[in-house]
């Protein structure tokens, strides 16, 4: 697995995000819907990648971003055809009135394991607490 930060960070994953600030404020922003409607213009191009679209929306700082996620392996073979439809839709990004701050980056993006709570004496807490539930309905029944 490729490492960065002298081995102290891992990944697997890649990601190409495409960001924008728009105009707001959000519930009523022309610009947010016509940058929306772009992005569902363009989301069947990029869902063809076999790809993990992922949008995100900022209603307080006005951000507008859009993440393509693929397994690094495959991430070169997009990079080489220049993340199409990347020029497309940040051209038509930058037409958009109210629309600023038009940028791109590659960042790694990596799934983090969950991490089980344990209690005491051993075991996930969740099943801890359901043989405590159990336990209690039995001794609650003996006592009728």
Not at 52 to 79: A, H, I, M, N, Y
Request: net charge positive; proline share 5%.
């Amino acid at each position: 697995m490729p490492a960065i930060a002298n081995g102290a960070v891992t990944f697997d994953t890649v990601a190409r995000e495409w960001r924008c600030k728009y105009t707001g404020p959000a519930p009523e922003s022309a610009s947010l819907e016509a940058v929306e409607k772009l992005f569902e213009k363009h989301l069947p191009a990029m869902k063809a990648l076999d790809a993990e679209v992922f949008r995100q929306v900022c209603g307080g700082c006005l951000d507008f971003k859009v993440s393509t996620v693929l397994p690094l392996e495959r991430f070169g073979e997009w990079e080489k055809k220049e993340f199409t439809p990347e020029k497309d839709f940040l051209a038509e990004l930058q037409k958009i009135d109210g629309v600023s701050a038009v940028e791109t980056q590659t960042i790694t993006f990596m799934k983090m394991p969950a991490r089980r709570v344990t209690c005491g004496g051993g075991g996930d807490m969740r099943e801890r607490r359901l043989a405590h539930r159990r336990i209690g309905r039995v001794q609650t029944a003996n006592r009728m």
